[in-house]
């Protein structure tokens, strides 16, 4: 078997496969033996049918199938030897004449055949570990009540942080096993989130056990 890449441009790659007439008929041959326990013809025993005699009835489609299972087989070796992932159906392109297509049912002729096909490109991946995430933190000095951006089609009112740290006791309250990481950030006193900014001395947080899973009473 010959494999010749004529296309290399980009992402689309085509081969031209010259498979020889004598690979075709040695693998048709198995194929009838194969057959020859399986058929029942008249005249003959089940297992005693002459291969010969089944290359003569069966010999034409035995033929097209081989063809059609050798050009699937050439064409995954092609592409998994070359590590193609593809992005469209392989476009195979045989001859169409009726005399070259009897020449190759007949093993007259060796199967010529293209394939064209367009690869996934290959993505490399960046090292996100020398990556930082900087987290801005706003504080809000000048007023009490702010209005928040457009979230879900409404603008919130909301309390600002100098407004809430003035107050005489603050209450958070945290229920369901969604709330885990956000409490336990909550209790560590992370300033990233909005809660964090809040004064701790005068807080007091209720949990179900769901959402305090993470903290330690201890």
Do not use: C
């Not at 089609?153 to 309390?159: E, G, S």
């Not at 560590?188 to 807080?203: C, K, N, Q």
Request: without cysteine.
């Amino acid at each position: 078997m010959q494999v010749t890449e004529t296309l290399a441009e980009g992402l689309k790659h085509e081969f031209q496969i010259s498979v020889p007439a004598s690979d075709l008929d040695a693998k048709a041959d198995a194929r009838l033996v194969d057959l020859k326990d399986k058929v029942r013809l008249n005249g003959f025993r089940p297992g005693k049918v002459p291969v010969s005699h089944l290359k003569k009835v069966y010999g034409r489609s035995v033929m097209a199938e081989t063809v059609e299972q050798t050009i699937r087989d050439t064409n995954t070796k092609i592409f998994t030897e070359r590590g193609f992932r593809l992005a469209t159906e392989p476009k195979v392109t045989m001859p169409t004449e009726e005399k070259a297509v009897e020449d190759i049912l007949t093993g007259k002729s060796d199967l010529n055949y293209t394939v064209s096909i367009e690869v996934v490109p290959s993505i490399q991946l960046a090292d996100f570990k020398g990556f930082s995430v900087e987290k801005p933190v706003a504080d809000v000095t000048d007023a009490d009540v702010a209005l928040t951006g457009i979230y879900q089609k409404r603008r919130r009112m909301t309390l600002t942080y100098p407004l809430l740290n003035r107050s005489r006791r603050v209450l958070w309250v945290a229920t369901g096993s969604e709330k885990i990481e956000m409490l336990a950030r909550l209790h560590e006193g992370d300033i990233t989130i909005p809660a964090g900014r809040i004064r701790r001395d005068h807080a007091l947080v209720i949990a179900d056990q769901a959402a305090a899973g993470k903290i330690s009473t201890s």
